[in-house]
């Protein structure tokens, strides 16, 4: 995987963008990303996108628009869809194309509107991310079926709801210095507290915004990178994908995330390091539910322990395994099909040593992580420096 | 790309398949593939799906569903969507897949569930194949648009609307001898004409019936092929996907297929082959007219002749260049997401010589393109039987 490199990255604020459409927002990411990468036209365009077709767009064959708007007339371009976690599989779809080694670069584009006048309409394509036949006619909402999860959590290893504040706190902590973020305010832990019930136990403060948004990457293979002087070189490490039910009734422990635990499982088999080697973790909070079974699913959190990890700082910026750096699912905010390109020019950012006022001090080596429906759909990469030639005694040192 | 073949193929008939979900139907045929291909477990799925999210399936994340049907917990799954080109861009990502040498095997699905209790649903979900802003707004349906097309065709190169007629007589005389195909019955010229019209000048026998359907089809890298003692080994000698604006208005020149030239160019360059050495053309004959432009996109008509090649019976079975050999899209049936996949399975059934009643005499290379909208994303793929090592001195006569 290490023949695949990052060459440019680029994105718009999460936001109401009402004054801009869907491709309106994927051309200016894209063209950031192309900029940012020296180039003018890629080989392939890869667009991640959840909800497009659905709602008020009503808009399929949405790659095809965005290659056009971008003025690369005949460019190969499809979508690849996951759910929330659609930008990541986009990624990890961009990724093997450049790999295959039939073209030398890919622009991913991560995008969504979720804008709507009527917000039912968001309510109602986020629930396609859960099973239509046994979840949906039920009739829970997206944010229920996560807080029968955090409910059921809590009873089973005795956290109290507050128990969950850090994560909340950390992410809009972060995010107040990201420009890109959509809610850049702090938050206190009593105010995480008195927020407002949207379904019990989940609050206002457990539940990531959603928000309309494009992030995206050029990859080209490694060996042709040439961008900018100082930047070191970022290479994908890992990427793998795993599936589980998408229905949480049929799993035989609805507590942990099988798919999480596995394609975290195999990237760390790829990149050939282990958990406790990761400077940090963009993570899939959604709900801070999923920060906590993420971490442990990552292998970074004994079972039913994730809010301790939390509780002891160890997320923070200058923790031990620092979540969420640019604000998160939680505060950066949530445009499903883009948010797992968000991520990805996160981590990237960051290992480039170009994250602002959100660089972390240590940053050679990051994971992203990204679920799609309530863990059916999880997709992880390892992104990490490129070890430069070294003098022959030094050859080893990052192997 | 010779180095990925095709090991096993399958499918459920094109039908209203009321009594059983999409996820039924998906898993039918990925099942029915692996049985031919002699495998349990696969390393990735990659679905292709056009509709599922609209309509009354309201399904995203279904990739995962399908894995889960299948019994296959974790494996890598996500869909690809490029409108009705959807199951063939899924072969291309498919393809990539398995050539970047990151996985072994890869099954992709195609499949669409279409019968729906509001018919006026499946006119707006193929609607989202057009542009949402600048076409869908004044009202066409998808067939409207392609009418346009064709009653300027007409115009400009003075075929009258019977000159088409060879196109569908074609298609219903293959179909009626697949028992996989939609519209078993042949029809006659006189047939044609009668038609009930649907937008004029398109009639409903110049119009594909959609329809529920799955198609599967098992790849893995050519060197790991042992399957079937008496099948030559197929390989995918060309894969390209090419994009032109979504909106026909802004188009050059509306009656040419710019995304399809360009792609079926791109193929014959990686194949190394002319588009007189294809055998036959599984194309996209969502509507008659589209039968034509493809034939000229492809380079195996003049501009503006593609019906002369219909009325001089080069397009039956037994003519130089067969098309729509198990029926097409207008008789099989046209389950849109699942069609690029339909295409590719009868490809390759035609190359392994077991076509049955559909088997052409020569059939050693074949080629399928499927049109996603109305020209905006194209997918061509070129398959080619496998030359054997041959004795030194025949060495390079399929080189």
Redesign the interface.
């Known amino acids: ?1 290490e023949r695949v490199a990052v060459l440019g990255v680029g994105m718009v604020p999460v936001d109401e963008h009402w004054d801009r ?1 869907m491709v309106d927002l994927a051309g200016e990411a894209a063209l950031a990303a192309m900029t940012d990468a020296g180039m003018e036209r890629v080989d ?1 365009l890869i667009v991640g996108n ?2 497009a ?2 709602g008020e ?5 949405l ?3 965005i ?2 708007w971008c003025g690369w ?11 929330c ?2 930008g990541a ?1 986009a990624f ?2 961009g ?3 450049v ?4 073209v030398d670069s890919v622009l991913v584009v991560g995008v969504e509107k979720m804008s709507q006048t009527e917000s039912t309409l968001t309510t ?1 394509a986020l ?7 046994y979840e ?1 006619p039920h009739g829970p909402s997206f944010v229920a079926l996560n807080a029968l999860i955090m409910r059921r959590y809590q009873h089973e290893y005795g956290w109290q709801h507050e128990d969950f504040a850090p994560f909340s706190v950390n992410a809009h902590a972060n995010a107040a210095r990201n420009p890109f973020a959509r809610l850049r305010h702090t938050i206190s832990v009593k105010e995480y507290s008195r927020a407002r019930i949207v379904s019990d136990p989940i609050n206002i403060l457990d539940a990531s915004p959603t928000g309309d948004g494009a992030a995206a990457i050029v990859l080209t293979r490694s060996g042709k990178v040439n961008g900018h002087a100082n930047r070191p070189t970022v290479v994908v490490a890992a ?8 229905g949480i009734h ?1 799993r035989r422990e609805p507590l942990r995330l ?2 999480a635990e ?1 394609s975290a499982h195999t990237a760390y088999l790829q990149a050939g390091l282990r958990p406790d080697e990761m400077d940090f973790f963009e993570l899939h909070d959604a709900f801070s539910i999923m920060a906590a079974l993420s971490l442990e699913a990552a292998g970074m959190a004994e079972v039913g322990q994730g809010p301790r990890l939390a509780q002891e700082g160890a997320i923070r910026p200058d923790g031990s395994i620092p979540i969420a750096t640019f604000g998160g699912l939680k505060a950066r905010g949530h445009p499903v099909g883009a948010t797992g390109v968000y991520q990805l020019v996160e981590v990237t950012r960051q290992l480039w040593g170009e994250a602002g006022d959100n660089q972390l001090s240590k940053a050679r080596v990051g994971m992203a992580q990204s679920i ?2 309530t863990g ?2 999880v997709v992880t990469h390892i992104l990490r420096i490129k070890a430069k030639p070294a003098s022959p005694s030094l050859r080893h040192s990052h192997a």
């Open positions: 995987m459409s392939a959840m909800t077709a659905v767009s009503g808009q399929l064959n790659a095809a628009q290659a056009d007339r005949g460019l190969e371009a499809y979508k690849v869809e996951a759910a976690a659609s599989a990890r779809a990724i093997v194309t790999a295959s080694g039939q109602a629930a396609t991310a859960a099973d239509a036949d949906v990427s793998a994908v795993a599936t589980d039910t998408i049929s099988f798919a596995r799609g429906g059916a759909t």
